[in-house]
């Protein structure tokens, strides 16, 4: 009975001193891994940015761009490095007037003594012993808007009027010292060759969707176009127009042999044809209109046997650009055709 007891008591004390070891060793692994600081470089992207309701914006220069790669070196825990590790892989911002300056202008910002007390950092048990580059040199400026009118261009097209753009006009956003360092009084929209290919002459199309051309100038992560197409109501000049001339003068052609033989008069009264209508190329109506083209109306009679007596023939109207088409309501004009004698030669004796 008493052996019994003793054996429990020993096997009693046996458990507890294994449970003090374990949870000793415990104790001393978590000191020793505490205190083995190991050093460790992390890649960041800091991201400079403005707080709500702030019209100020930032960015580094000369790169232009709010957003900056750098490279950390911290000092902790593995443990603790993990965690940094995890939390650092998100973006880390800088804002204006929590780590980047408040006002307008220019400022080299150094990056250990911002990000040092980052709340990035928080209850990381993490230190940072450096940051490659230490410094950015940092801009900030107002953000301000334009509105821009919209010009819409159509290789090739002759437009029967202006299009109507949807919307006329554009809003820009950006910084204003690279808004205001260019005059733009419109931006293109250039209409591509497939959706040029849906525009027909003499109609009236509708093109959605055509691109807005931003300068190069405003090509920047920092500047903001809204909308950056639109939509046109554009309407083509017909190519094919028509001109009513009131009269077009009527010349006779001959051949050679015939102008020796015959003679071709027509009255001064039939010598035109009257209100003749043209139609063709736009560019060649308008050359006629303003006369640096001509139209004649002309009896080719050379393959035609002439006979002495009145006659009346069909006149071949012609200009000098192709592709023009006549009509006229009378082509007939009455000639007087007569021989030519031949002159009597003198007898030497």
Not at 135 to 158: C, F, H, L, P, Q
């Amino acid at each position: 009975m008493l052996s019994a007891a003793r054996r429990k008591t020993t096997l009693r004390s046996r458990l507890l001193r294994t449970a003090l070891v374990i949870a000793l060793s415990i104790a001393v692994w978590t000191f020793a891994e505490a205190r083995s600081l190991t050093l460790a470089t992390r890649t960041v992207t800091l991201v400079l940015t403005a707080p709500a309701g702030s019209t100020l914006t930032a960015w580094t220069e000369p790169e232009m761009t709010r957003r900056v790669a750098v490279s950390l070196q911290l000092q902790g825990s593995r443990a603790a490095l993990d965690r940094a590790e995890q939390r650092l892989s998100e973006p880390v911002e800088l804002s204006i007037g929590d780590g980047l300056p408040a006002s307008v202008g220019r400022e080299a910002v150094s990056l250990r003594d911002e990000l040092r007390d980052h709340n990035v950092f928080d209850r990381l048990a993490v230190s940072l012993v450096d940051v490659t580059p230490q410094t950015i040199d940092v801009r900030i400026d107002e953000m301000i808007e334009k509105a821009v009118n919209v010009n819409i261009v159509a290789s090739g097209a002759d437009f029967d009027s202006p299009p109507i753009v949807e919307p006329a006009t554009i809003t820009v956003t950006g910084p204003a010292s690279i808004l205001n360092a260019t005059t733009v009084d419109s931006l293109d929209a250039t209409v591509s060759s497939s959706q040029r290919g849906l525009l027909r002459d003499g109609s009236t199309t509708e093109v959605p969707g055509i691109p807005v051309t931003i300068p190069e100038a405003w090509q920047s992560e920092l500047v903001r176009v809204s909308p950056t197409s639109v939509k046109a109501t554009i309407a083509l000049r017909s190519t094919i127009e028509s001109h009513e001339i009131p009269s077009v003068p009527v010349m006779v052609r001959l051949s050679p042999t015939q102008m020796q033989q015959w003679r071709v008069l027509i009255a001064p009264e039939d010598g035109y044809l009257r209100d003749v209508t043209v139609s063709g190329p736009a560019q060649a109506i308008e050359a006629i209109i303003a006369g640096r083209q001509r139209v004649v109306a002309t009896l080719q009679l050379e393959s035609v046997e002439l006979t002495a007596g009145p006659a009346v023939f069909e006149a071949v109207l012609s200009g000098q650009a192709q592709g023009l088409d006549f009509q006229v309501s009378d082509k007939s004009v009455p000639v007087q055709v007569s021989v030519i004698e031949a002159e009597a030669t003198a007898d030497p004796g």
